[in-house]
């Protein structure tokens, strides 16, 4: 008996390889065809994921609001503490979007449009102070010279014609915002945010299933501290380009830099890619300024930038962020590079709170082998 389900096992391992292999056989034979297939599947589910991906976003303020609530002494609040609080929020966030789309849009908007129609002029001008330059000045090398020559003759703005632009930013709108599309985004971010609960105990139920005690404890563990670190990374980084935008923007403007707002706006969404973010945005800000409003303006505006910047980085950004992270710069300039290189802006701006996570589990791991050893050579010292 026990022979033959031993066979029986083996027969079985060996059927389950052989299938695997021709089924990984027949995808890349038929790649092409299998990535259409996945690829018209996605665009199918995309309303939904983007509806989980609101949902999860709007998680913790929705709990906060709802926790506010259940503490009134209205019975009719408190009883309903849930839908009042998912109302709230999507109150606020339409707002915000409302004061976005209203105030800070048309801003960035025209001075964007302003950029492009004269930066034909804003380029020969650039050009002509080079060559107004002396000729041993250590810009005049001949790397430079020779990059110089290479682009002097190009039309630039054609390659930055408006029309095109916008002609191509409303076509991504229009392919990505369907009406359809947006209802169903909505309502499953509603329906998450309404039946968290009932769909959070399912899939603990899930895991206690699947797992042993010891494992679903470990799997819960970590995903909670995953979840708190990922939606603090965000949270936290999003007020901070906020507010760094803000006042950057401001010392611009007083400043009389020409684009301020686009380039407080552009400098402040840079800055939520950790570490990196800030310097590039402030580098390309820096050119800008010094083509349009020449070098005297161009220093001023890397200097007022930079002590902003050392300002949120030493005081406002810890007070956001606080210490949930807990990792290095060596690493969080490791995490951006390896991020960015493989997944772009994404990557980059995601790959911070991965790599907590991952630093977690390493330590967690570290730690239970080293008591593992200290028990097994406690063990051998007793013996």
Same mark, same amino acid.
């Given at each position: 008996? &026990?022979?033959? #389900?031993?066979?029986?096992?083996?027969?079985?391992?060996?059927?389950?390889?052989?299938?695997?292999?021709?089924?990984?056989?027949?995808?890349?034979?038929?790649?092409?065809?299998v990535?259409?297939?996945?690829?018209?599947?996605?665009?199918?589910?995309? +309303?939904? %994921?983007?509806?989980?991906?609101?949902?999860?976003l709007? $998680? @913790?303020?929705?709990?906060?609001?709802?926790? !506010?609530?259940?503490?009134?002494?209205?019975?009719?609040?408190?009883?309903?503490?849930?839908?009042?609080s998912?109302?709230?929020?999507?109150?606020?966030?339409?707002?915000?979007?409302?004061?976005?789309?209203?105030?800070?849009? *048309?801003?960035?908007?025209?001075?964007?449009t302003?950029?492009?129609?004269?930066?034909?002029? $804003?380029?020969?001008?650039?050009?002509?102070?080079?060559?107004?330059? *002396? &000729?041993?000045?250590?810009?005049?090398?001949?790397?430079?010279? =020779?990059?110089?020559?290479?682009?002097?003759?190009?039309?630039?703005?054609? /390659?930055?014609?408006?029309?095109?632009?916008?002609? /191509?930013? @409303?076509?991504?709108?229009?392919?990505?915002?369907?009406?359809?599309?947006?209802?169903?985004t909505?309502?499953?971010?509603?329906?998450?945010?309404?039946e968290?609960?009932?769909?959070?105990?399912?899939?603990?139920?899930?895991?206690?299933? @699947?797992?042993?005690?010891?494992? /679903?404890?470990?799997v819960?563990?970590?995903?909670?501290?995953?979840?708190?670190?990922?939606?603090?990374?965000?949270?936290?980084?999003?007020? =901070?380009?906020?507010?760094?935008?803000?006042? %950057?923007?401001i010392?611009?403007t007083?400043?009389?830099?020409?684009?301020?707002?686009?380039?407080?706006?552009?400098?402040?969404?840079?800055?939520?890619? +950790?570490?990196?973010?800030?310097?590039i945005?402030?580098?390309?800000?820096?050119?800008?300024?010094?083509?349009?409003?020449?070098?005297?303006?161009?220093?001023?505006?890397?200097?007022?930038?930079?002590?902003?910047?050392?300002?949120?980085?030493?005081?406002?950004?810890?007070?956001?962020?606080?210490?949930?992270?807990?990792?290095? *710069?060596?690493?969080?300039? !490791?995490?951006?590079?390896?991020?960015?290189? /493989?997944?772009?802006?994404?990557?980059?701006?995601?790959?911070?709170?991965?790599?907590?996570?991952?630093?977690?589990?390493?330590? =967690?791991?570290?730690?239970?082998?080293?008591?593992?050893?200290?028990?097994? #050579?406690? @063990?051998?010292?007793?013996?």
């Amino acid at each position: 008996m &026990e022979k033959i #389900k031993n066979d029986w096992k083996k027969w079985l391992y060996w059927f389950l390889l052989g299938f695997a292999i021709i089924v990984v056989y027949n995808i890349f034979n038929n790649f092409d065809e299998v990535m259409g297939v996945l690829g018209r599947f996605f665009d199918i589910v995309a +309303p939904f %994921i983007a509806g989980i991906f609101i949902a999860y976003l709007l $998680y @913790m303020p929705c709990r906060k609001i709802e926790r !506010f609530f259940s503490k009134s002494k209205s019975k009719f609040v408190k009883k309903r503490a849930r839908v009042l609080s998912i109302i709230t929020v999507y109150l606020i966030v339409l707002l915000i979007i409302a004061v976005l789309i209203g105030v800070i849009l *048309p801003v960035v908007i025209e001075s964007v449009t302003d950029f492009l129609n004269n930066i034909q002029n $804003y380029y020969e001008t650039a050009i002509d102070r080079y060559n107004a330059l *002396p &000729e041993d000045s250590i810009l005049k090398s001949d790397i430079v010279n =020779d990059a110089i020559q290479s682009i002097q003759h190009i039309d630039i703005k054609q /390659y930055f014609q408006m029309d095109k632009i916008i002609g /191509y930013v @409303m076509t991504a709108v229009q392919a990505v915002t369907g009406i359809v599309d947006i209802f169903v985004t909505l309502i499953v971010s509603i329906y998450i945010l309404a039946e968290r609960t009932k769909i959070i105990a399912f899939l603990k139920r899930v895991a206690s299933a @699947m797992f042993k005690e010891r494992t /679903y404890k470990n799997v819960n563990k970590y995903f909670n501290n995953s979840n708190e670190i990922f939606f603090k990374f965000i949270a936290s980084q999003f007020l =901070d380009a906020v507010v760094v935008g803000t006042l %950057i923007t401001i010392a611009l403007t007083i400043m009389g830099v020409r684009y301020a707002p686009l380039l407080g706006f552009f400098i402040g969404l840079f800055n939520m890619i +950790p570490f990196v973010g800030a310097i590039i945005a402030t580098v390309i800000s820096a050119l800008i300024t010094l083509i349009t409003g020449g070098l005297s303006q161009a220093i001023w505006m890397l200097i007022v930038t930079i002590v902003l910047q050392q300002i949120d980085a030493n005081i406002i950004n810890p007070k956001i962020v606080g210490q949930s992270l807990k990792i290095s *710069p060596l690493l969080v300039l !490791f995490a951006v590079t390896v991020g960015g290189a /493989y997944f772009g802006i994404l990557g980059m701006f995601l790959a911070v709170p991965v790599v907590a996570v991952i630093r977690i589990l390493v330590d =967690d791991f570290v730690s239970y082998r080293l008591v593992v050893k200290k028990r097994e #050579k406690k @063990m051998v010292v007793e013996k």
